[in-house]
T-cell receptor, first 114, second 115 residues
């Protein structure tokens, strides 16, 4: 298996633009997580899905952030409009079974909002 | 909400020495996990220890769990330059949906192995 695949690897955009991050989980995994990592706040859970259904989005910072999982093999995290404080590394992870079991992480998307 | 906290924040040792990192958490858990993150990469799962286990080994890694003290330690023996990375503990935390748990990570320990 290729593991969790995220794209793009790097994204540089200007403030106010829409940003879409993509994730393909490991086949057969029924949990998908979006995390954000910054030096100041560490690794924060934004939202997670179970069987394509959003379970907990309490970590989504504000309405500018939205996430979807239209099918078992694809998820997107969208920021509209983007702001400089959104600059961070965004990770997608998936797991098999319960949401508190072993996570497999993608390589992340380094987002820079200028 | 932050569940696990690692200590120390940074650790620098010589190659061949042992490295010990600690994690403390606040609420009851059913498992605790350790992850490694190399610079610019995603996190990689190292080991999971369940609440009914006191110690677990994997190669040069040894993890202990003391549920009475709500703490865990990760020991890396005979360290190598390739062990240079950040190490995170992760614990389940109840989410907004009853019965659902999510994994919450600490701030990590930055380990540097000097050749």
């Amino acid at each position: 298996d290729a593991g969790v695949i995220q794209s793009p690897r790097h994204e540089v955009t200007e403030m106010g633009q829409e940003v879409t991050l993509r994730c393909k989980p490991i086949s057969g995994h029924d949990y998908l997580f979006w995390y954000r990592q910054t030096m100041m706040r560490g690794l924060e859970l934004l939202i997670y899905f179970n069987n394509n259904v959003p379970i907990d989005d309490s970590g989504m910072p504000e309405d500018r952030f939205s996430a979807k999982m239209p099918n078992a093999s694809f998820s997107t995290l969208k920021i509209q409009p983007s702001e400089p404080r959104d600059s961070a590394v965004y990770f997608c992870a998936s797991s098999l079974g319960q949401g508190n079991e072993k996570l497999f992480f993608g390589s992340g998307t380094q987002l820079s909002v200028l | 909400s932050q569940q696990g906290e690692e200590d120390p924040q940074a650790l620098s040792i010589q190659e061949g020495e042992n490295a010990t990192m600690n994690c403390s958490y606040k609420t009851s858990i059913n498992n605790l996990q350790w992850y490694r993150q190399n610079s610019g990469r995603g996190l990689v799962h190292l080991i999971l220890i369940r609440s009914n286990e006191r110690e677990k080994h994997s190669g040069r890694l040894r993890v202990t769990l003391d549920t009475s003290k709500k703490s865990s330690s990760l020991l890396i023996t005979a360290s190598r330059a390739a062990d240079t990375a950040s190490y995170f503990c992760a614990t389940p935390s109840r989410g907004i949906i009853q019965g659902a748990q999510k994994l919450v990570f600490g701030q990590g320990t930055r380990l540097t192995i000097n050749p």
